[in-house]
């Protein structure tokens, strides 16, 4: 049977509600507990999964609870419940994991003392949604059946605490046995069955969620040697920043930091997201250990102080190399708005430089235009000059009264003024031409 839903059309008649007004009220009631009766063995397990790898896990649960008499389980359901016989299968998915918990009253020693593979057969069956990530085998016994802890456990990492007012113990050694569960025990001295439900929820939630936050460290492990390739790289760069004088090596360098800002922003986002999840999950760990309310037992190790001893480096070593991500991505964006600025100077004086070349070329030029001018005004005038001296002296032979040479000595200046007037007017007539047309 799968959880009921709250009718919100029932509880508000003839209002439009939000459209998200039915998944915020639900849910707080999306995991409720449930009552179990001691003494029992409940069998959790936990599989990370992606979207399409989620699709593919409602059917075949769908198929598995149809074939156990239960009812299908929606596309979008988020939790389901079936009946097995005399076990019951809780399924619930989250964010990025879907969770299977195998729950079995024991009345007897030989059913407690079982193996867990033989109280959840069906897992080992069913299709693997994803990854395996967690696997732990909860024993909740009564105060005459309590084991002997110093043997169940590993004395190195023991961890012993009461909850529910001295009422119950609680003990792990957060270890693995040899079939992969981490075993975990109440030992119930009195405590009602749904209290046992909520802090068999709490306990199970723990464990999933600690082993969820230390996901992170094997992607630290992984991005540490590129973050530290980049820091190296960014030293040489700078120093290098400080040697290089032209243009191109410059250009060079800058090429070099975008490339070292690419790599670091890429591994930055891979590991964004396991990063913040691994910081929620922590909190979330911090949550049920106070939620549960353990008090310490003498001589005994707490959950606290063992998870702060071995969880708390572990997430520490993850959280340091995100801020060297965020502390080197700042440090790469100064290197390279300074080497963009001492770009930008060199590439400023280059153009100024070619402006005074071209401003030399145009002096050069325009000298080079007034000895032209020179020689073609000397020149057009030495022609007309002549041309004018030709026709004179022919004019001579019929006016003997003329003197040729006079007229031609008093009409060349004349000449020459007209031709330069001449010249200089046709000058500046080409050059305004010129400007317009730049200007167009």
Known sequence: MTFETIDIGAAAPGLSPHQDRATVLNEVHARPFRPIETPARLIHFAFQSTSAERDAEVTVLSEFSAENGGSGVPCDARHH??????????????SEFSSYCWYKKCPNDEELNMDAAQIAPEMYSLVQPGPHLVSIDLRIVDAASAPDLEAMFAKESLCVMTAEGGAATVATDFKADPQGFVKIVIVNSGVPPMRVGALAQRLLELETYRVLALLC???AHRLEPTVREIERSLVEATQQMTQTESLEDNEGLLDKLVILAARLEAGAA????????????????HGRIAAIGFEAVAD??????????????????CF???????????????????????VDVAMER?????????????????????TVEGLSIAAVSYYVVGLLGYFLKGLAHREPRLDAELAVALAAPVIVIFIALLVRH???HT??????STRR
């Open 217 to 219: 460290l094997p992607e």
């Open 81 to 94: 419940r079936l009946s097995l016989g005399d076990v019951q299968l809780r399924w619930e998915r989250h």
């Open 350 to 370: 280059q153009n100024r430089d070619i402006l005074q070349t071209m401003n030399e070329r145009a002096q050069l030029q325009l000298r080079l235009q007034q």
């Open 426 to 428: 046709k000058t500046k």
């Open 270 to 285: 891979r590991s964004l997201y396991r990063f913040g999840a691994s910081r929620a999950y922590q909190n979330i760990v």
């Open 300 to 317: 005994r190790e707490t959950f606290q102080a063992f998870l702060s001893r071995r969880m708390a480096p572990a997430l520490q070593t």
């Open 431 to 436: 050059a305004g031409g010129a400007v317009q």
């Open 320 to 342: 340091s190399l995100e801020e060297r991500q965020i502390n080197l991505s700042r440090k790469l964006a100064r290197a390279t708005q300074l080497l963009r600025a001492k």
